[in-house]
């Protein structure tokens, strides 16, 4: 197999939750592979602007979309709207995501609903409506984020955790009903992250300490790290996986 294998040029990949964090690093390491991509978050104006500066990094000019992933109504009109001027999708990102933390006990039937809303419903939401457009294409990449929570559980985030489990068997369900079109759907896990949003835990020497002494590769990842297994599930190298989880976590998940 040649490098060209792992060529995105002339394919048109969406990345939820893109102007920030994980997000922002997958959607710059997909057009860097030469796909033209679109950065998304609920400001149009500042996935305009990150969508610029991947433009003047990578040299592939980056677009910018904007919509509530939980609406229904709003992907269809910004994926109607994207088609309409650029054709179907070919990489589908659904990286979009949400945090809340509190003791089983006290955790509101609010948080529930947003994280079930944000984390696992919009993926199959965004799943469907771009799905559409790969089916009559017949090829199309659907790349679901998951978490080592989709396998691991720690307190007080339960919640969060049945989402991102949710996210495998979605991912499962997803390939059955799709490989047979030519569109392929996997997921990506990652483990802990050093990210603007996990700052706070980053800086808990205690936490941190936890994280290197879990972990055998010894450290926290860098987003950069995941940037690889993404370029490998959205291409041609990986035309004969399907439905699968891949944890990007180095080694977490692979001991007690």
């Given amino acids: 197999m040649s490098v060209a294998a792992f060529d995105l040029s002339g394919r048109l990949a969406l990345v939820t939750g893109s102007t920030r964090g994980i997000g922002r690093t997958l959607a710059e390491g997909l057009s860097a592979a030469g796909a033209t991509v679109v950065v998304h978050g609920r400001s149009l104006e500042q996935a305009t602007a990150e969508a610029a500066a991947i433009t003047a990094a990578t040299g592939t000019p980056a677009l910018a979309t904007a919509f509530d992933v939980t609406d229904t109504a709003q992907i269809d009109t910004a994926l109607t709207a994207l088609e309409a001027e650029h054709g179907a999708l070919d990489v589908l990102v659904n990286n979009a995501g949400i945090q ?138 990986a035309a004969f996986v399907n439905g699968q989880t891949l944890y990007v976590d180095g080694g977490m998940t692979a001991v007690i």
């Avoid at 080592?148 to 969060?160: C, G, M, N």
Wanted: hydrophobic share 45%; charged share 20%; with cysteine.
């Fill in 100 to 237: 809340r933390r509190a003791p089983l006990t006290e955790f509101t039937d609010e948080d529930w609903d947003d994280l079930v809303a944000t984390n696992l419903s919009s993926a199959f939401k965004c799943a469907r409506r771009a799905a559409a457009g790969m089916i009559a294409r017949g090829s199309g990449r659907i790349i679901n984020i998951g978490s080592v929570q989709s396998q691991l559980a720690r307190p007080s985030i339960a919640a969060y955790s049945a989402t991102k489990g949710g996210i495998v068997m979605l991912t499962k369900g997803l390939t059955a009903d799709l490989a047979p079109h030519g569109v392929q759907v996997n997921a990506l896990a990652p483990g802990y992250f050093a990210t603007e949003l996990t700052a706070a835990l980053v800086a808990d020497e205690e936490f941190s300490a936890w994280v290197a002494g879990r972990t055998p590769a010894g450290r926290w990842g860098a987003t950069a790290d995941l940037v690889g297994p993404l370029v490998f599930l959205a291409s041609d190298a």
